[in-house]
């Protein structure tokens, strides 16, 4: 799973990084502690004028579907690919809207003695495969602009064997190739491309370095540069 994890680049990089042409946060999105519920970046693509653009939105880290009644349910900020197209939760958002979730790194809290660890890429930044839903709120009425509410979740999947001895699983993260793929407006999810994507996780998550790190990370109120320094 994935319960906590970090943007270290402002949005100007991140759009560098992911070819994003739309800019729709603030200009620092800076976190080093990211907890469900939380507002975080999401990279969308959509087709304007018969070309494909990429956009970078500020969503909320838990998907409500539509038939959420309110936000006081427990957050759905993961999902796992083995079942996300069978579950009501989830079976629209994997069909039709598919995101990316940029990240520096995530953190992870050891099954063996729980001892908080930073996993990240050696240089640059991870993709997670995540889907997003536009909620609307019913206590609010058509008029008002706040009723729609950007929600998305992570695709998580059983740990790549480098990650195994970590926790049972981790995010599915995204290659370049599948990062344009899972994007793209005519991709098809079916149960065979997610068992690939699967596949191009373990190859992704194999790159990845690892240390122990504070446990401060475990209170959401702690965010600073130091929570990824190794200790």
């Known amino acids: 799973m994935c319960g906590r994890f970090v943007v270290a ?5 991140l759009a560098e990084l992911f070819e994003i042409e739309n800019l729709e946060v603030p200009a620092s999105i800076v976190s080093y502690n990211i907890a469900p519920t939380q ?28 038939f959420a009644k309110d936000l006081s349910g427990p957050p759905l900020f993961n999902a796992r690919i083995e079942t996300a197209l069978e579950k009501p939760s989830f079976k629209e958002a994997v069909l039709h809207k598919r995101c990316v979730v940029p990240a520096s790194g995530y953190f992870e809290w050891s099954k063996s003695d729980k001892t908080p660890l930073y996993i990240h890429p050696p240089e640059g930044m991870l993709g997670f495969a995540g889907i997003y839903w536009w909620w609307r709120d019913p206590q609010k009425t058509q008029t008002d602009p706040s009723r729609w509410v950007l929600t998305c979740s992570m695709l998580t999947k059983d740990s790549a064997p480098n990650l195994s001895e970590i926790h049972d ?40 370095e690892f240390f122990e790190v504070s446990r401060a990370v475990g209170s959401v109120s702690n965010n600073s540069p130091e929570l990824i320094l190794p200790i």
């Open 9 to 13: 680049r402002e949005r100007d990089d």
């Open 39 to 66: 507002s975080v970046p999401i990279v969308v693509e959509r087709e304007i004028d018969g070309m494909p653009s990429r956009e970078l939105h500020p969503a909320r880290w838990g998907l409500l579907p539509s």
């Open 169 to 208: 699983r981790n995010p599915v993260m995204l290659s370049p190739d599948s990062l344009a793929a899972w994007m793209a407006p005519d991709f098809e999810t079916t149960p065979e491309l997610l068992v690939a994507l699967s596949r191009e996780s373990d190859m992704v998550a194999n790159e990845l």
